[in-house]
């Protein structure tokens, strides 16, 4: 409702504070461009429209709130691997890493996208272990599912997950013959971190999952005859553990909640979590649930993301689909594939179970001169547009009205191009 004219003359100081409160709501154009770096793929003219009337809180719970638990990209059509297994599996694999990059490139939340990719290098695995796009696709899709909702549902499913299930060598496990490699990995990499359990818990929990295995479509199997009902020692505790009691005994303590908000604020604010801010943070998460949108939401709102510019380094994944939504280049599958690999990161074949490298690692040796390739590539905004006619015209005309991103913000440039901040988020 607006104001009469007499009112505003008779209170001028009533104008000034209701201006003055519109320019503290809105975010800074740095600030819009700077939350649609981190949180997604590069900014977009209309994504970065659409936060420019918005204030950080609200910026921040539209992304989170906006995270999808299903792709918008048709499922991949995948051969039957009973006759010529090995061609056709080679071909799978090639279908479903151009299926998730297209995705990651067409979604309307790119934030879905990115939490996918970070379960996907947490909860580590490599389809050429497991030898099966088919189980490495419905990992990503439970990762979509459950890795935008709660913690604690996503760890209780991942351990049932029939790649991972294969990929860390469970699938054979026998009372008689415990394998641990699950086991160490899930108390290392996935929850509690180097340090904060012991051999004697490695073992309990390779125990209790004995007889957890993979059935034939794929699916979670349970061998009764494997199971270990004996009582395990575990964390302290000595009762008949089961894989699930195994999980929860883990989610009970302090320890996994720092574990993960120093995994996330590593992979969103900076390369140098702050203690103190990780424990304030990993205390809520676990008091609330393990809600996962709620600690999104707290942790894009600390101070140090907001002041932490330029200070993460895009992976290969990330530069690579940043530039083709950006630039609104064809999609080239195949051809994105190589730059990636050139580059060291192709999706769903980690290097090893610790996931990728990140950070400076990115920018060594063949890695970096295949970046400085890739971008040396790219078709510059200000370079014309030709048809198959041989028509031209200029590839930086606007489609959507609203306030242009100013010039110093822009990425995709010859100046930017050519300087660290390519590399940068």
């Known amino acids: 409702m607006s104001l009469p004219d007499s009112?505003?003359?008779?209170?001028?100081?009533?104008?000034?504070?209701?201006?003055?409160?519109?320019?503290?709501?809105?975010?800074?154009?740095?600030?819009?461009?700077?939350?649609?770096?981190r949180t997604g793929f590069g900014v977009t003219e209309t994504e970065y429209q659409a936060m420019l009337p918005l204030?950080?809180?609200?910026?921040?719970?539209?992304?989170?709130?906006?995270?999808?638990?299903?792709?918008?990209?048709?499922?991949?059509?995948?051969?039957?691997?009973d006759k010529n297994?090995?061609?056709?599996?080679?071909?799978?694999?090639?279908?479903?890493?151009?299926?998730?990059?297209?995705?990651m490139i067409r979604t309307p939340s790119p934030l879905t996208e990115r939490m996918t990719l970070f379960w996907h290098g947490h909860f580590t695995s490599d389809i050429r272990k497991?030898?099966?796009?088919?189980?490495?696709?419905?990992?990503?899709?439970?990762?979509?599912?459950?890795?935008?909702?709660?913690?604690?549902?996503?760890?209780?499913?991942?351990?049932?997950?029939?790649?991972?299930?294969?990929?860390?060598?469970?699938?054979?496990?026998?009372?008689?013959?415990?394998?641990?490699n699950f086991a160490r990995e899930l108390l290392e990499l996935f929850t509690l971190g180097e340090g904060n359990y012991e051999e004697q818990d490695v073992v309990a929990a390779a125990r209790s999952f004995a007889g957890w295995g993979v059935a034939r479509d794929g699916g979670f199997l349970l061998r009764t005859g494997q199971v270990d009902?004996?009582?395990?020692?575990?964390?302290?505790?000595?009762?008949?553990?089961?894989?699930?009691?195994?999980?929860?005994?883990?989610?009970?303590?302090?320890?996994?909640?720092?574990?993960?908000?120093?995994?996330?604020?590593?992979a969103f604010v900076s390369p140098?979590?702050?203690?103190?801010?990780?424990?304030?943070?990993?205390?809520?998460?676990?008091?609330?649930?393990?809600?996962?949108?709620?600690?999104?939401?707290?942790?894009?709102?600390?101070?140090?993301?907001?002041?932490?510019?330029?200070?993460?380094?895009?992976?290969?994944?990330?530069?690579?689909?940043?530039?083709?939504?950006q630039l609104g280049a064809d999609l080239k599958p195949r051809q994105i594939r190589q730059q990636l690999a050139a580059m060291g990161q192709i999706p769903f074949r980690p290097p090893d179970v610790s996931g990728w490298p990140a950070g400076a690692d990115w920018l060594k040796g063949d890695w970096l001169l295949a970046r400085e390739n890739f971008l040396s590539t790219l078709p510059l905004p200000d370079e014309p547009v030709v048809n198959e006619n041989g028509e031209s015209f200029p590839r930086s005309a606007r489609q959507t009205p609203g306030p242009e991103m100013p010039f110093t913000l822009q990425p995709y440039t010859s100046v930017w191009l050519n300087s660290p901040l390519a590399n940068l988020k």
């Open 85 to 103: 297994a090995g061609r056709n599996r080679g071909i799978n694999a090639g279908r479903l890493t151009s299926w998730w990059l297209r995705e």
């Open 130 to 180: 497991v030898n099966s796009a088919l189980l490495m696709f419905r990992q990503n899709l439970l990762f979509r599912r459950l890795g935008t909702t709660r913690f604690d549902d996503l760890l209780h499913a991942v351990i049932r997950d029939g790649a991972m299930l294969k990929y860390l060598d469970n699938a054979n496990s026998r009372k008689a013959d415990p394998n641990e």
């Open 272 to 325: 140098d979590p702050v203690p103190a801010e990780v424990a304030r943070l990993a205390t809520d998460f676990r008091q609330q649930g393990y809600d996962i949108k709620r600690l999104l939401k707290a942790l894009f709102m600390t101070e140090a993301f907001w002041s932490s510019r330029d200070q993460l380094v895009r992976s290969p994944v990330e530069l690579v689909v940043s530039s083709y939504r």
């Open 7 to 37: 009112v505003l003359l008779r209170f001028p100081l009533l104008l000034l504070v209701l201006c003055t409160s519109c320019s503290v709501l809105a975010m800074a154009p740095e600030d819009a461009v700077h939350l649609l770096k």
């Open 229 to 266: 009902s004996g009582t395990k020692r575990f964390l302290g505790v000595e009762k008949n553990f089961s894989p699930d009691d195994i999980v929860a005994e883990i989610l009970r303590g302090d320890t996994v909640g720092v574990f993960v908000v120093g995994a996330l604020w590593t």
């Open 55 to 81: 204030s950080r809180e609200e910026g921040v719970a539209q992304l989170v709130n906006g995270m999808k638990q299903l792709p918008v990209s048709r499922a991949p059509g995948f051969l039957p691997t």
